[in-house]
Structure formats: structure tokens, C-alpha cells
């Protein structure tokens, strides 16, 4: 009918699907963990506005966390956490990103799993989470190396 108006149309329509593809892209990148974890197991208090409750920590970054604890939290939940490391207390502002049932293997009742993202962290707190992640992935890697040898 209007062949003239092909040509732009198309070439507006292949512009946006190339810039909607980028944006896809980006969003997948960002969705994916850019910190390394570590599985540390760590006791935890969570302060919630319900009061303290207490478990512990499955794996750990410098920016979340998985925990594992009796009571439920909720998506998008904000809480407290203190995370008692051997040689400190970290206190760490979190949002609760997932929750989830878990049946930890050492244990015979349900659980609740619950990954959590930092929002709030001191950057002593975040240097000493990032050394202990390092130095458990390098202490993973030297014995994983000792089995491999034998």
C-alpha cells in the first residue's frame, strides 16, 4: 500500500529489537552472583521486628548470604543480622531475596532456607567477609589438590 513506509518501520523495528536484546543481556549478567561464595558455616541471630531468632549460615559472599533457620522469613523482608564469626560479631543490614523449605542433611525436621543480600555493611565487615571466602576457597582448593595427589 505505502512501500515507501517499509524501509523505516522495518529499520525502527530492528533497532528495538537489538536494543531489547541488550537490555536482556545486561539483566541476565546482573541477575548472576559476581562474588565469590564460600560454604562457612557461621551461627546467625536475625532481628526482625517479631524479635530474634537464630540459625546459621550455609554459604557466604561479602554481598548475601544462605541461611538456614526454624522460622519463616518473607521476600523483600528487611532484617538485622548477627553473623558470629570466630574471631568477630558482624552486624549486617540484609533484604531477604528467597525463602524457601530446606531439609538440612544433619537435621530430621524441615527448615527454611533463605537467601539474603547485604544492603548494609561496614567495609571492615566486607574486607574481613571477602578474606574469609578467599582463604576458605584456597583452603578447598589445597585439599581438593592433597585427594587428587594420593
Same mark, same amino acid.
Given at each position: 500500500?505505502?512501500? %515507501?513506509?517499509?524501509?523505516?518501520?522495518?529499520?525502527?523495528?530492528?533497532?528495538?529489537?537489538?536494543?531489547?536484546?541488550? !537490555?536482556? /543481556?545486561?539483566?541476565?549478567?546482573?541477575?548472576?552472583?559476581?562474588?565469590? =561464595? #564460600? !560454604?562457612?558455616?557461621?551461627?546467625?541471630?536475625? !532481628?526482625?521486628?517479631?524479635?530474634?531468632?537464630?540459625? %546459621?549460615? +550455609?554459604?557466604?559472599?561479602?554481598?548475601? #548470604?544462605?541461611?538456614?533457620?526454624?522460622?519463616?522469613?518473607?521476600?523483600? %523482608?528487611?532484617?538485622?543480622?548477627?553473623?558470629?564469626?570466630?574471631? =568477630?560479631?558482624?552486624?549486617?543490614? *540484609? !533484604?531477604?531475596?528467597?525463602?524457601?523449605?530446606?531439609?538440612?542433611?544433619?537435621?530430621?525436621?524441615?527448615?527454611?532456607?533463605?537467601?539474603? /543480600?547485604?544492603?548494609?555493611?561496614?567495609?571492615?565487615?566486607?574486607?574481613?567477609? *571477602?578474606? *574469609?571466602?578467599?582463604?576458605?576457597?584456597? *583452603?578447598? +582448593?589445597?585439599?581438593?589438590?592433597?585427594?587428587? %595427589?594420593?
Amino acid at each position: 500500500m505505502f512501500p %515507501e513506509l517499509y524501509l523505516p518501520v522495518g529499520y525502527i523495528v530492528l533497532v528495538s529489537l537489538l536494543l531489547l536484546k541488550d !537490555e536482556y /543481556r545486561t539483566w541476565k549478567m546482573n541477575k548472576k552472583r559476581l562474588d565469590a =561464595r #564460600a !560454604e562457612i558455616t557461621w551461627p546467625v541471630t536475625v !532481628e526482625t521486628i517479631s524479635g530474634p531468632f537464630y540459625g %546459621e549460615t +550455609k554459604n557466604i559472599s561479602a554481598t548475601g #548470604a544462605f541461611l538456614v533457620c526454624r522460622q519463616p522469613l518473607y521476600r523483600g %523482608e528487611f532484617v538485622r543480622l548477627i553473623i558470629k564469626a570466630p574471631s =568477630r560479631s558482624l552486624e549486617v543490614d *540484609a !533484604e531477604i531475596i528467597w525463602s524457601t523449605r530446606y531439609i538440612p542433611s544433619h537435621k530430621d525436621f524441615p527448615h527454611n532456607g533463605i537467601g539474603v /543480600r547485604f544492603k548494609r555493611v561496614s567495609g571492615k565487615s566486607r574486607s574481613f567477609l *571477602a578474606l *574469609a571466602v578467599h582463604d576458605r576457597l584456597n *583452603a578447598d +582448593k589445597r585439599s581438593q589438590a592433597q585427594i587428587l %595427589e594420593r
